[in-house]
Protein backbone atom coordinates (compact mmCIF):
# COMPACT_ATOMS: atom_id res chain seq x y z
CA UNK A 1 0.00 0.00 0.00
CA UNK A 2 1.30 3.63 -0.69
CA UNK A 3 2.15 5.79 2.21
CA UNK A 4 1.12 9.09 1.01
CA UNK A 5 1.94 12.20 2.73
CA UNK A 6 -0.76 14.17 4.18
CA UNK A 7 -2.75 16.62 2.88
CA UNK A 8 -3.19 20.35 4.29
CA UNK A 9 -6.59 19.55 5.50
CA UNK A 10 -5.68 16.24 7.17
CA UNK A 11 -2.77 18.34 8.88
CA UNK A 12 -5.08 20.97 9.63
CA UNK A 13 -7.45 18.75 11.15
CA UNK A 14 -4.52 16.68 13.64
CA UNK A 15 -3.19 19.87 14.65
CA UNK A 16 -6.70 21.00 15.75
CA UNK A 17 -7.69 17.46 17.52
CA UNK A 18 -3.71 17.85 19.64
CA UNK A 19 -4.85 21.70 20.73
CA UNK A 20 -8.18 20.56 21.66
CA UNK A 21 -7.02 17.71 23.66
CA UNK A 22 -4.90 19.91 25.71
CA UNK A 23 -7.16 21.52 28.50
CA UNK A 24 -6.08 25.44 29.23
CA UNK A 25 -6.96 24.69 32.75
CA UNK A 26 -3.69 21.66 33.09
CA UNK A 27 -1.87 24.92 31.16
CA UNK A 28 -2.57 27.17 33.89
CA UNK A 29 -1.51 24.59 36.47
CA UNK A 30 1.71 24.32 34.83
CA UNK A 31 2.85 27.91 34.57
CA UNK A 32 1.81 28.16 38.53
CA UNK A 33 4.29 25.33 39.38
CA UNK A 34 7.07 27.57 37.92
CA UNK A 35 6.27 30.61 39.44
CA UNK A 36 5.48 30.00 43.10
CA UNK A 37 2.21 28.62 42.84
CA UNK A 38 0.30 31.68 41.99
CA UNK A 39 -3.16 31.88 40.41
CA UNK A 40 -2.98 32.70 36.72
CA UNK A 41 -5.54 32.68 34.34
CA UNK A 42 -5.79 32.67 30.09
CA UNK A 43 -5.87 36.36 28.82
CA UNK A 44 -5.93 35.81 24.92
CA UNK A 45 -6.96 32.56 23.07
CA UNK A 46 -4.26 30.15 21.90
CA UNK A 47 -2.26 30.73 18.97
CA UNK A 48 -0.56 27.95 16.84
CA UNK A 49 1.90 28.00 13.96
CA UNK A 50 3.49 25.36 12.22
CA UNK A 51 5.08 23.34 15.22
CA UNK A 52 4.22 24.92 18.42
CA UNK A 53 0.70 25.93 20.24
CA UNK A 54 0.81 28.69 22.57
CA UNK A 55 -1.37 29.97 25.22
CA UNK A 56 -0.39 33.56 26.95
CA UNK A 57 -1.53 33.49 30.92
CA UNK A 58 -1.47 36.35 33.29
CA UNK A 59 -0.77 35.90 36.89
CA UNK A 60 -2.17 37.63 40.27
CA UNK A 61 0.29 40.47 39.97
CA UNK A 62 0.25 41.17 36.20
CA UNK A 63 2.94 39.02 35.29
CA UNK A 64 1.93 37.43 31.50
CA UNK A 65 4.06 34.31 30.48
CA UNK A 66 3.42 32.12 27.15
CA UNK A 67 3.33 28.47 27.64
CA UNK A 68 4.43 26.88 24.57
CA UNK A 69 3.22 23.29 23.53
CA UNK A 70 4.91 21.68 20.17
CA UNK A 71 2.89 20.14 18.15
CA UNK A 72 4.11 16.53 18.59
CA UNK A 73 2.23 14.68 16.14
CA UNK A 74 4.32 17.39 13.56
CA UNK A 75 7.61 16.98 15.06
CA UNK A 76 9.82 14.50 14.63
CA UNK A 77 12.14 14.55 17.72
CA UNK A 78 10.37 16.77 20.34
CA UNK A 79 12.52 16.24 22.58
CA UNK A 80 15.65 17.49 20.57
CA UNK A 81 14.02 20.62 19.61
CA UNK A 82 13.29 22.05 22.99
CA UNK A 83 16.29 21.60 24.73
CA UNK A 84 18.08 22.84 21.62
CA UNK A 85 16.09 26.21 21.52
CA UNK A 86 16.45 26.43 25.51
CA UNK A 87 20.32 25.91 24.82
CA UNK A 88 20.03 28.75 21.78
CA UNK A 89 18.40 31.30 23.97
CA UNK A 90 20.55 30.88 27.16
CA UNK A 91 23.16 31.21 24.98
CA UNK A 92 21.75 34.54 23.13
CA UNK A 93 21.47 35.80 26.43
CA UNK A 94 25.03 35.22 27.87
CA UNK A 95 26.72 36.50 24.51
CA UNK A 96 24.70 38.93 22.37
CA UNK A 97 22.10 41.69 23.71
CA UNK A 98 19.77 40.53 20.86
CA UNK A 99 16.40 40.83 22.69
CA UNK A 100 14.76 37.10 22.98
CA UNK A 101 12.25 35.41 25.63
CA UNK A 102 13.65 35.09 29.21
CA UNK A 103 13.08 30.96 29.75
CA UNK A 104 11.83 30.30 33.21
CA UNK A 105 11.22 26.52 33.01
CA UNK A 106 11.04 23.78 30.21
CA UNK A 107 9.94 19.93 30.27
CA UNK A 108 9.95 16.74 28.40
CA UNK A 109 5.85 15.94 29.73
CA UNK A 110 4.58 12.18 29.67
CA UNK A 111 5.90 9.71 32.38
CA UNK A 112 9.24 10.91 32.43
CA UNK A 113 7.43 14.30 34.04
CA UNK A 114 4.62 13.06 36.02
CA UNK A 115 4.11 16.78 37.57
CA UNK A 116 3.31 18.43 34.48
CA UNK A 117 -0.63 17.84 34.14
CA UNK A 118 -0.58 18.81 30.15
CA UNK A 119 1.89 15.70 29.58
CA UNK A 120 3.31 16.94 26.66
CA UNK A 121 6.57 18.86 26.38
CA UNK A 122 6.30 22.47 27.01
CA UNK A 123 8.89 25.78 27.17
CA UNK A 124 7.78 28.63 29.44
CA UNK A 125 9.00 31.74 28.51
CA UNK A 126 8.11 35.89 28.84
CA UNK A 127 5.42 37.43 26.87
CA UNK A 128 6.84 39.65 24.71
CA UNK A 129 4.53 42.97 24.05
CA UNK A 130 3.68 44.21 20.72
CA UNK A 131 3.32 42.82 17.33
CA UNK A 132 4.84 40.91 14.36
CA UNK A 133 6.51 42.97 11.75
CA UNK A 134 4.13 43.76 9.05
CA UNK A 135 6.56 43.22 5.93
CA UNK A 136 3.31 44.88 3.28
CA UNK A 137 2.75 48.19 5.50
CA UNK A 138 6.79 47.97 5.92
CA UNK A 139 7.32 48.23 1.90
CA UNK A 140 5.51 51.29 2.15
CA UNK A 141 7.06 53.34 5.10
CA UNK A 142 9.63 56.54 4.12
CA UNK A 143 12.77 55.89 4.47
CA UNK A 144 13.48 57.45 8.60
CA UNK A 145 11.08 54.76 9.22
CA UNK A 146 13.01 51.81 7.53
CA UNK A 147 16.29 53.05 8.36
CA UNK A 148 15.45 53.16 12.23
CA UNK A 149 14.11 49.90 11.48
CA UNK A 150 17.26 48.27 9.79
CA UNK A 151 20.07 49.74 11.94
CA UNK A 152 18.27 47.50 14.91
CA UNK A 153 18.25 44.59 12.34
CA UNK A 154 21.83 44.83 11.08
CA UNK A 155 22.88 45.09 14.88
CA UNK A 156 21.36 41.35 15.59
CA UNK A 157 23.20 40.25 12.33
CA UNK A 158 25.91 41.63 13.55
CA UNK A 159 26.59 40.23 16.98
CA UNK A 160 25.07 36.88 15.25
CA UNK A 161 27.70 36.68 13.14
CA UNK A 162 30.03 36.95 15.68
CA UNK A 163 29.06 33.63 17.27
CA UNK A 164 31.58 31.18 15.40
CA UNK A 165 31.65 27.46 16.20
CA UNK A 166 33.97 24.17 15.06
CA UNK A 167 30.65 22.57 13.41
CA UNK A 168 27.56 22.77 11.89
CA UNK A 169 24.99 21.62 13.58
CA UNK A 170 21.97 22.72 16.57
CA UNK A 171 23.42 23.84 19.92
CA UNK A 172 22.31 21.60 22.49
CA UNK A 173 22.90 21.61 26.07
CA UNK A 174 26.19 20.31 27.91
CA UNK A 175 25.62 17.28 28.95
CA UNK A 176 27.98 17.38 31.78
CA UNK A 177 26.13 20.29 33.14
CA UNK A 178 28.75 23.14 31.43
CA UNK A 179 27.35 26.84 30.68
CA UNK A 180 28.66 26.59 26.97
CA UNK A 181 26.47 24.65 24.65
CA UNK A 182 27.62 22.21 22.27
CA UNK A 183 27.09 21.91 18.54
CA UNK A 184 25.23 18.45 18.22
CA UNK A 185 23.34 17.02 14.95
CA UNK A 186 21.64 19.61 13.18
CA UNK A 187 17.70 19.94 12.98
CA UNK A 188 15.89 21.65 10.49
CA UNK A 189 12.75 22.34 8.98
CA UNK A 190 13.61 20.23 5.62
CA UNK A 191 14.83 17.58 7.67
CA UNK A 192 11.90 17.58 9.76
CA UNK A 193 8.99 17.46 7.11
CA UNK A 194 10.62 14.57 5.29
CA UNK A 195 10.90 12.53 8.08
CA UNK A 196 7.55 13.01 8.76
CA UNK A 197 6.22 12.33 5.61
CA UNK A 198 8.50 9.61 4.51
CA UNK A 199 9.15 7.03 7.18
CA UNK A 200 11.94 4.91 5.34
CA UNK A 201 13.83 8.47 4.56
CA UNK A 202 17.48 7.26 4.92
CA UNK A 203 18.93 10.78 5.15
CA UNK A 204 19.49 11.32 9.31
CA UNK A 205 20.57 14.57 11.11
CA UNK A 206 23.87 14.53 11.75
CA UNK A 207 26.42 17.37 12.37
CA UNK A 208 29.15 18.73 9.84
CA UNK A 209 32.60 19.66 9.63
CA UNK A 210 33.01 21.08 6.51
CA UNK A 211 30.47 23.54 4.65
CA UNK A 212 30.66 21.22 1.72
CA UNK A 213 29.64 18.22 3.81
CA UNK A 214 26.54 20.54 5.39
CA UNK A 215 25.45 21.55 1.70
CA UNK A 216 25.27 18.07 0.13
CA UNK A 217 23.25 16.96 3.22
CA UNK A 218 20.71 20.22 2.35
CA UNK A 219 21.54 19.31 -1.50
CA UNK A 220 19.68 15.54 -0.50
CA UNK A 221 17.36 16.98 1.58
CA UNK A 222 16.02 18.99 -1.08
CA UNK A 223 16.57 16.01 -3.68
CA UNK A 224 14.15 13.92 -1.73
CA UNK A 225 11.41 16.64 -1.02
CA UNK A 226 10.66 16.97 -5.16
CA UNK A 227 10.52 13.00 -4.79
CA UNK A 228 7.13 13.52 -2.86
CA UNK A 229 4.65 12.55 -4.93
CA UNK A 230 2.28 15.77 -6.04
CA UNK A 231 -0.87 16.37 -7.19
CA UNK A 232 -1.26 16.92 -11.07
CA UNK A 233 2.14 16.93 -11.64
CA UNK A 234 2.81 17.81 -15.74
CA UNK A 235 5.87 16.11 -17.67
CA UNK A 236 7.11 19.73 -18.42
CA UNK A 237 7.66 20.82 -14.55
CA UNK A 238 9.00 17.13 -13.54
CA UNK A 239 11.32 17.47 -16.39
CA UNK A 240 11.81 21.48 -15.06
CA UNK A 241 12.48 19.72 -11.53
CA UNK A 242 14.87 17.13 -12.67
CA UNK A 243 17.11 18.92 -14.99
CA UNK A 244 17.38 21.78 -12.10
CA UNK A 245 18.69 19.22 -9.35
CA UNK A 246 20.89 17.71 -11.21
CA UNK A 247 22.40 20.81 -12.86
CA UNK A 248 22.68 22.13 -9.23
CA UNK A 249 24.47 19.53 -7.95
CA UNK A 250 26.98 19.60 -10.55
CA UNK A 251 27.54 23.04 -9.64
CA UNK A 252 27.45 22.84 -6.33
CA UNK A 253 31.21 21.99 -5.12
CA UNK A 254 32.32 24.75 -7.02
CA UNK A 255 31.01 27.44 -5.43
CA UNK A 256 31.20 25.87 -1.64
CA UNK A 257 34.24 27.35 0.71
CA UNK A 258 35.18 25.02 2.92
CA UNK A 259 37.98 28.15 4.59
CA UNK A 260 34.69 29.65 6.27
CA UNK A 261 33.84 29.47 9.86
CA UNK A 262 30.48 28.19 11.13
CA UNK A 263 28.27 30.79 12.49
CA UNK A 264 24.98 30.88 14.48
CA UNK A 265 21.91 31.71 12.60
CA UNK A 266 18.11 31.74 13.30
CA UNK A 267 17.36 30.04 9.81
CA UNK A 268 13.58 31.21 10.09
CA UNK A 269 13.85 35.28 10.69
CA UNK A 270 10.96 36.36 8.87
CA UNK A 271 8.82 39.01 9.35
CA UNK A 272 6.33 37.09 12.00
CA UNK A 273 9.27 36.51 14.56
CA UNK A 274 10.15 40.10 14.71
CA UNK A 275 8.18 41.68 17.29
CA UNK A 276 8.16 45.38 17.10
CA UNK A 277 6.10 47.98 18.68
CA UNK A 278 4.16 51.11 16.84
CA UNK A 279 7.45 52.77 16.06
CA UNK A 280 9.21 49.93 14.83
CA UNK A 281 11.53 49.18 18.07
CA UNK A 282 12.39 45.76 17.52
CA UNK A 283 10.93 44.18 21.41
CA UNK A 284 11.94 40.46 20.28
CA UNK A 285 13.52 37.87 17.87
CA UNK A 286 11.22 34.72 19.22
CA UNK A 287 11.12 31.14 17.58
CA UNK A 288 14.35 30.27 18.15
CA UNK A 289 13.46 26.46 17.49
CA UNK A 290 15.55 25.86 14.52
CA UNK A 291 18.51 27.59 14.98
CA UNK A 292 21.63 26.16 14.19
CA UNK A 293 25.23 27.17 13.65
CA UNK A 294 26.17 27.01 9.61
CA UNK A 295 28.52 27.64 7.18
CA UNK A 296 29.42 31.54 7.02
CA UNK A 297 28.14 30.79 3.47
CA UNK A 298 25.18 30.30 4.29
CA UNK A 299 24.74 33.20 7.03
CA UNK A 300 22.19 35.08 4.67
CA UNK A 301 20.68 38.19 4.69
CA UNK A 302 16.97 38.77 5.04
CA UNK A 303 15.79 37.30 1.87
CA UNK A 304 12.09 39.27 2.60
CA UNK A 305 13.41 42.31 2.15
CA UNK A 306 11.49 43.34 -1.07
CA UNK A 307 8.20 41.87 0.57
CA UNK A 308 8.82 39.05 -2.01
CA UNK A 309 9.10 35.50 -1.77
CA UNK A 310 12.89 33.89 -1.34
CA UNK A 311 13.03 32.86 -4.86
CA UNK A 312 12.87 37.19 -6.16
CA UNK A 313 16.68 37.49 -4.44
CA UNK A 314 18.30 37.95 -7.59
CA UNK A 315 15.07 40.14 -8.89
CA UNK A 316 15.51 44.15 -9.29
CA UNK A 317 13.44 44.88 -6.26
CA UNK A 318 15.58 43.05 -3.51
CA UNK A 319 18.35 44.60 -5.24
CA UNK A 320 17.30 48.07 -4.62
CA UNK A 321 16.00 47.34 -1.25
CA UNK A 322 19.08 45.47 -0.22
CA UNK A 323 21.22 48.78 -0.48
CA UNK A 324 19.01 50.12 1.89
CA UNK A 325 19.61 47.69 4.50
CA UNK A 326 23.18 47.31 3.61
CA UNK A 327 23.57 50.97 3.99
CA UNK A 328 22.64 50.86 7.49
CA UNK A 329 25.06 48.23 7.90
CA UNK A 330 27.84 50.13 6.51
CA UNK A 331 26.83 53.11 9.21
CA UNK A 332 28.54 51.53 11.73
CA UNK A 333 32.04 51.61 11.70
CA UNK A 334 32.93 49.25 14.74
CA UNK A 335 34.57 45.98 13.62
CA UNK A 336 31.94 43.29 13.80
CA UNK A 337 30.18 45.76 11.24
CA UNK A 338 33.01 46.42 9.03
CA UNK A 339 33.20 42.63 9.09
CA UNK A 340 29.83 42.12 7.75
CA UNK A 341 29.31 44.69 5.50
CA UNK A 342 33.05 43.29 3.83
CA UNK A 343 31.11 39.74 3.30
CA UNK A 344 27.59 41.29 2.10
CA UNK A 345 28.60 43.37 -0.12
CA UNK A 346 26.95 45.40 -2.58
CA UNK A 347 27.00 42.89 -5.25
CA UNK A 348 25.68 39.90 -3.09
CA UNK A 349 22.24 39.92 -4.78
CA UNK A 350 23.95 39.47 -8.27
CA UNK A 351 26.03 36.71 -7.38
CA UNK A 352 25.60 33.05 -7.74
CA UNK A 353 26.11 32.52 -3.79
CA UNK A 354 23.00 33.80 -2.70
CA UNK A 355 20.60 31.72 -4.91
CA UNK A 356 22.61 29.11 -4.63
CA UNK A 357 22.17 29.21 -0.58
CA UNK A 358 18.40 30.26 -0.87
CA UNK A 359 17.76 26.68 -3.15
CA UNK A 360 19.39 24.98 -0.21
CA UNK A 361 17.93 26.89 2.26
CA UNK A 362 14.32 27.69 1.45
CA UNK A 363 13.46 24.22 -0.29
CA UNK A 364 10.00 24.96 -1.55
CA UNK A 365 10.83 27.74 -3.89
CA UNK A 366 13.54 25.76 -5.84
CA UNK A 367 12.56 25.79 -9.01
CA UNK A 368 11.90 29.71 -9.52
CA UNK A 369 15.43 30.48 -7.42
CA UNK A 370 16.82 28.29 -9.75
CA UNK A 371 15.68 29.13 -12.89
CA UNK A 372 15.51 33.07 -12.10
CA UNK A 373 18.83 32.83 -9.85
CA UNK A 374 21.21 29.96 -10.89
CA UNK A 375 20.06 29.12 -14.62
CA UNK A 376 21.10 32.30 -16.37
CA UNK A 377 24.52 32.60 -14.76
CA UNK A 378 25.63 29.26 -17.28
CA UNK A 379 22.88 29.54 -19.77
CA UNK A 380 22.05 32.12 -22.88
CA UNK A 381 19.29 30.75 -24.24
CA UNK A 382 16.09 30.20 -23.41
CA UNK A 383 15.34 26.96 -20.63
CA UNK A 384 13.17 25.26 -23.04
CA UNK A 385 15.93 24.43 -25.18
CA UNK A 386 18.89 23.67 -22.80
CA UNK A 387 15.63 20.98 -20.70
CA UNK A 388 14.85 19.35 -24.43
CA UNK A 389 18.88 18.81 -25.29
CA UNK A 390 19.19 17.28 -21.95
CA UNK A 391 16.64 14.64 -22.19
CA UNK A 392 17.47 14.48 -25.37
CA UNK A 393 21.32 13.28 -24.81
CA UNK A 394 19.61 11.37 -21.80
CA UNK A 395 17.50 9.19 -24.29
CA UNK A 396 13.84 8.00 -23.28
CA UNK A 397 15.51 4.92 -21.43
CA UNK A 398 18.33 7.36 -19.63
CA UNK A 399 18.44 7.53 -15.99
CA UNK A 400 16.53 11.01 -15.77
CA UNK A 401 14.12 9.92 -18.33
CA UNK A 402 13.05 7.28 -16.16
CA UNK A 403 12.88 9.45 -12.90
CA UNK A 404 10.58 11.67 -14.38
CA UNK A 405 8.30 8.59 -15.67
CA UNK A 406 8.62 7.49 -12.43
CA UNK A 407 7.62 11.04 -10.66
CA UNK A 408 4.58 11.09 -13.21
CA UNK A 409 3.03 7.46 -12.08
CA UNK A 410 3.69 8.61 -8.64
CA UNK A 411 1.69 11.56 -9.15
CA UNK A 412 -1.29 9.56 -11.03
CA UNK A 413 -1.33 7.20 -8.17
CA UNK A 414 -1.58 10.26 -5.68
CA UNK A 415 -4.17 12.10 -7.92
CA UNK A 416 -6.32 9.17 -7.46
CA UNK A 417 -5.81 8.61 -4.35
CA UNK A 418 -6.78 12.28 -3.58
CA UNK A 419 -9.72 12.21 -5.57
CA UNK A 420 -11.21 8.80 -4.69
CA UNK A 421 -11.07 9.90 -0.99
CA UNK A 422 -12.43 13.42 -1.28
CA UNK A 423 -8.82 15.18 -0.22
CA UNK A 424 -7.75 16.75 -3.50
CA UNK A 425 -6.41 20.36 -2.75
CA UNK A 426 -8.61 22.70 -2.30
CA UNK A 427 -9.12 26.42 -4.55
CA UNK A 428 -7.46 27.56 -2.04
CA UNK A 429 -4.53 25.87 -2.73
CA UNK A 430 -5.06 26.03 -6.68
CA UNK A 431 -5.50 29.71 -6.84
CA UNK A 432 -1.71 30.03 -4.81
CA UNK A 433 -0.45 28.23 -8.81
CA UNK A 434 -1.81 31.60 -9.91
CA UNK A 435 0.83 34.05 -11.21
CA UNK A 436 0.90 37.83 -9.11
CA UNK A 437 2.75 39.18 -11.93
CA UNK A 438 4.36 38.82 -15.37
CA UNK A 439 6.73 36.03 -15.32
CA UNK A 440 9.88 37.27 -16.86
CA UNK A 441 13.71 37.34 -15.88
CA UNK A 442 15.24 40.19 -13.66
CA UNK A 443 18.12 40.58 -16.75
CA UNK A 444 15.14 41.40 -19.27
CA UNK A 445 14.89 38.16 -21.45
CA UNK A 446 11.45 36.94 -20.87
CA UNK A 447 11.23 33.53 -19.13
CA UNK A 448 8.60 30.70 -18.25
CA UNK A 449 8.79 30.37 -14.88
CA UNK A 450 6.32 28.99 -12.34
CA UNK A 451 3.33 30.73 -10.41
CA UNK A 452 3.39 31.20 -6.65
CA UNK A 453 3.59 27.17 -5.62
CA UNK A 454 2.27 24.96 -2.88
CA UNK A 455 6.03 23.76 -1.19
CA UNK A 456 5.85 20.03 -1.23
CA UNK A 457 5.89 19.01 2.07
CA UNK A 458 5.40 22.30 4.26
CA UNK A 459 3.23 21.09 7.32
CA UNK A 460 0.59 24.84 6.68
CA UNK A 461 0.97 24.95 3.29
CA UNK A 462 -0.32 22.66 0.16
CA UNK A 463 2.26 19.22 0.53
CA UNK A 464 -0.03 17.57 -2.33
CA UNK A 465 0.33 20.46 -4.99
CA UNK A 466 3.54 21.60 -6.41
CA UNK A 467 2.65 23.12 -9.84
CA UNK A 468 0.48 22.89 -13.01
CA UNK A 469 2.55 23.66 -15.28
CA UNK A 470 4.68 26.57 -16.52
CA UNK A 471 3.22 29.74 -17.28
CA UNK A 472 2.43 31.17 -21.14
CA UNK A 473 4.99 34.27 -21.43
CA UNK A 474 4.58 37.36 -24.55
CA UNK A 475 7.88 38.36 -26.19
CA UNK A 476 6.28 41.47 -25.27
CA UNK A 477 6.94 41.76 -21.80
CA UNK A 478 8.90 43.74 -20.13
CA UNK A 479 10.53 44.19 -16.41
CA UNK A 480 9.01 46.58 -14.44
CA UNK A 481 10.19 47.79 -11.27
CA UNK A 482 6.14 48.73 -10.17
CA UNK A 483 5.37 45.00 -9.54
CA UNK A 484 1.63 44.51 -7.41
CA UNK A 485 1.88 44.57 -4.30
CA UNK A 486 1.71 40.49 -3.35
CA UNK A 487 -0.19 38.81 -0.81
CA UNK A 488 1.33 37.75 2.19
CA UNK A 489 3.77 34.82 1.86
CA UNK A 490 4.55 32.04 4.97
CA UNK A 491 7.60 29.92 3.60
CA UNK A 492 7.29 27.24 5.85
Known amino acids: MDNFPPTAE????????????IDPNDVCKLASQHNSSKTCRIFRGPENGSYNVCYFVEFEDSTKWVVRIPLEPYISNVWDKVQSEVATVRYLQ???TIPVPCIHAFGRGGTVDEKNPTGHAYIIQSYIPGQSLDILAFRWMGMTQKEYFYSQLVDIFAQLRQQEFPYAGSLMPDPDGGTIPLVGPLLSIQLNELQLQNRELSI????FASATDFAFHQYRLLDETYKLPAYKLSREVAELEIFG???????????IDDCLPFVLTHTDLRPSNIIVDENLRIQGIIDWEWASTVPRQFF????????????????????IEYRCFRDALQ???????????????????????LPVAVTLRHHSCFVNTYYRGIFPK????????EVNKFFERDGKDGQFSLGVQQRLRDSERYTHYLEENGLAPSQR?????????????DLGRPIALLGAACPPGAAQDCPTTRYQGPLPISQALLPTTQAPLPPPVSFY
Request: net charge negative; with cysteine.
Open 204 to 207: QSAR
Open 245 to 255: LEDLKTRLSGH
Open 331 to 353: ADTSKPYRQLASEWDRKLPMRID
Open 94 to 96: TKT
Open 378 to 385: FYNGPWED
Open 300 to 319: LPPTWLAGLPPDRVAGVEYQ
Open 10 to 21: QIEEGVKAFIDS
Open 429 to 441: CKERQEPSEPPIS
